[in-house]
Each structure stands twice: as C-alpha cells, then as structure tokens.
C-alpha cells in the first residue's frame, strides 16, 4: 500500500501503474464505506465519477481515461482514508493507497508578559508561544539549531502554549516552531524589539510614577492638615469672641440694674426731704 501525506487544500494523484488502459474495466472506491467514485469501462466507453454516498467527492475527482490515475483536488480532511483501484483485463489487479491529511499550519503566536516590573523580573524575559485549534503537530523552542522544549498533540483539536524566559543581554537567536509531517510554521523572536527590560525605561516609569503619585498625596495631605488646623483655629476665635460679647452684655445689664436702683433711692429720699 502506498502512502500520501497531503495539506488541505492540495491535489494528490494517484497513480494505477498502467501506462494505457487498452481494454477492460477499472473502478476506484473509497474503503471507508466501499463507496464507487470513479469508472472507466472500454467496451462501452464509459468515464465518469461519483461524488459518493454523502456527496463529499463532489467537484473534487478528475480521472486520467488512458492511465485511470485518480486525482483528488482541493482535498479536505473528509478525504482522508483508503482509495483502492481494481482493474479487470485479461488479469485482474487491484493496487491500495493511503492518504493522510493534514490541516494547514497556524504561524505561532508569541504573548509577551505585561505584569508589572519587580526587582526579580527585570532582567528577564517571559515570553509563551501559543497555537490555536491544532492536532497532530509538535510545538518547539529552539535556540539557534537547538530545540530547548517542546510538547506535542495527537488527532484532538486543542490549543497549545510554550512558555520560554530569557535574558534581556541574550545574543543567541531564539524561534518558535510548529510541525508535522509535512511541513512547518517558525516565529522569530527578536529580543531587542520585543523585550524591554524593567531596568530601562520601564522599571524607571513605573518607578517614577510611584514617586510622583506618592508626593502628590503628601502635598495633598499636608494642604488637609493645614486646612483642617486654620479652621480649628477660626472656629475657636470665634468661640472666644461669642464668649467676651456674652460677658460684655452680662456685665452692662448688671450695671443698669445697679444704677436703676441707685436713681430709686435717690428719688425716695427727695420726696421725703420735700415733705418735710
């Protein structure tokens, strides 16, 4: 049985190993559900495919009239299966191939961490990279020729992530990579461009913000004190002067009282002088 590994999207043919088809009859079926897509017959000159049972080979065969090769275009994961060709001449022969497919390779992702700088962060790089809706594919860091980690999925559709931490002075090259049978998707990381240490101008930023937040809640904490102390102040002088109006009233109506009295006594001892 021969084997094909092939990428959505792509054509495969699939060749009988006859160089003419003089005489006879050829059919190709799709074993999966021994479906009839294709038919040549010589004596009643008869070439023609089938979109099989579910419609699936739909727009999608050509066959070769002289040779009865097969060829599958635009191919797509429902195609993927055994494909056997029989031939019935003055021998009868029959020839089984294997396809494989593969779906088309995303190019991988790279999501830098944006937490904040730390003291213990701000040498080094923390970069993941990420594939979505994949199976059958190895995810890999390498630096330079060399692969430092890798992990790998089988037929599931799943989403990948590989996480890698480098130091911001590194000169070595470093490059994510996705692959499978046939072939391969690579992200370059570029150290200088997408990792900018903490201890530049980023840990400086995120310092100096704080500092500045910081002395702009002292001044405004200071300007509350002296607010809250002035109107303490005016509030007690306040008190103060209510206190001396209060007394200054109390002493001058003791004082015409005092002499309210005195003029009564002074008239009642007139009036005794005067009758006399």
């Known amino acids: 049985m021969q084997s094909f590994s092939v990428m959505e999207g792509d054509s495969v043919t699939l060749h009988t190993g006859v160089t003419e088809l003089h005489k006879g009859e050829l059919t190709w079926h799709f074993v999966a559900d021994n479906s009839l897509i294709a038919l040549i017959n010589r004596a009643y000159q008869a070439f023609s495919t089938m979109d099989g049972p579910d419609g699936r080979f739909r727009d999608r065969l050509k066959l070769d009239n002289n040779t009865g090769s097969l060829t599958i275009i635009n191919i797509r994961s429902e195609h993927a299966g055994v494909y056997e060709a029989q031939i019935f001449s003055d021998n009868t022969s029959s020839k089984r191939f294997k396809v494989t497919v593969y779906a088309r390779l995303p190019v991988p992702v790279l999501i830098f961490n944006s937490s904040q700088c730390s003291s213990s962060s701000q040498y080094n790089c923390s970069v993941l990279c990420s594939v979505v809706n994949v199976s059958a594919v190895s995810l890999s ?41 046939i072939s391969n998707q690579t992200t370059h990381l570029d150290i200088n461009t997408h990792c900018q240490p903490c201890s530049g101008s980023a840990f400086w930023t995120v310092f100096i913000t704080t500092a500045v937040v910081g002395s702009l809640l002292t001044v405004a904490a200071v300007w509350m004190i002296r607010i809250y102390n002035n109107q303490r102040k005016t509030d007690h002088e306040v008190e103060i002067r209510e206190e001396e109006i209060t007394y200054a009233e109390t002493t001058f109506s003791k004082r015409i009282a005092h002499n309210s009295e005195v003029n009564e006594e002074d008239q009642v001892e007139y009036g005794n002088i005067i009758m006399r």
């Open 141 to 181: 860091w390498y630096k330079g020729n060399s692969v430092l980690s890798s992990i790998s999925v089988s037929d599931l559709s799943i989403s990948l992530s590989l996480p890698l931490e480098v130091k911001y002075q590194d000169n070595n090259t470093y490059s994510c990579v996705i692959n499978n049978t």
